[in-house]
């Protein structure tokens, strides 16, 4: 079945420094992937997203290009802030069907002023 | 705009009590569903809906009911609850066409079964 690997957190990195959380799936056809960030107490919340194989989703200064060759959709950063502190969650889903949403463990980001 | 409302916030159970965790949403939305999350396992679905009247299961059902009666509504409902469903617990819901694939999420319950 589908699935999601996320690099394991936690990530600590000092303000102004370049981000990449690793995401890697597995899957059939042509999902739609997402990048998810949880901040303290809070739920889930979209950050960006892909739908097809060389889009580039981005928001925020954060970017992920879905790469169908790798199966990956790395995050990136050029420089963090320590607002970015946050669970960030790769996910994919697929646009028909059960609209069932399958979830990464969640990498937890750092950052120190 | 409310979005999805959970409530409680924070919930302690004995062991073999009952309790419903109530998720309601404002926005017309088909699709509902909920997820628990556990340390380093992430989101799991428990159940979903896609529709008034029809529910499904997730990955991790046991232990968990649901129904669907209103759109806005869907409820669920630990029957005899246990330590291992300790958890966090967040409903999550978006429209079944149009409106993108995103999902939105209520702010969460903390569940602590003794």
């Known amino acids: 079945g589908d699935s999601v690997t996320q690099m394991e957190g936690p990530v600590t990195l000092s303000e102004e420094a370049f981000l990449t959380i690793n995401c890697t799936y597995t899957a059939t056809g042509y999902p739609s992937l997402f990048w998810y960030v949880q901040y303290p107490g809070e739920g889930l919340q979209l950050l960006l997203k892909a739908t097809k194989a060389d889009d580039k989703g981005s928001n925020k200064g954060f970017e992920a290009t879905y790469r169908k060759e790798t199966t990956s959709f790395h995050l990136e950063k050029g420089s963090v802030q320590v607002s970015d502190s946050a669970v960030y969650f790769c996910a994919l889903t697929r646009l028909s069907g059960t609209y069932k949403y399958i979830f990464g463990t969640g990498t937890r980001l750092k950052v120190l002023a | 705009n409310a979005g999805v409302t959970q409530t409680p916030k924070f919930q302690v159970l004995k062991t073999g009590q009952s309790m419903t965790l109530q998720c309601a949403q404002d926005?017309?939305?088909?699709?509902m569903s909920w997820y628990r999350q556990d340390p380093g396992m992430g989101l799991r679905l428990i159940h979903y809906?896609?529709?008034?009247?029809?529910?499904d299961q997730g990955e991790v059902p046991n232990g968990y009911n649901v129904s669907r009666s209103t759109t806005e509504d869907f409820p669920l409902r630990l029957l005899s609850a246990a330590p291992s469903q300790t958890s966090v617990y967040f409903c999550a819901s978006r429209p079944s066409q149009g409106g993108g694939e995103k999902l939105f999420f209520g702010s969460g319950t903390q569940l602590s079964v003794l």
């Open positions: 926005m017309n939305h088909e699709y």
């Open positions: 809906s896609v529709g008034a009247g029809i529910t």
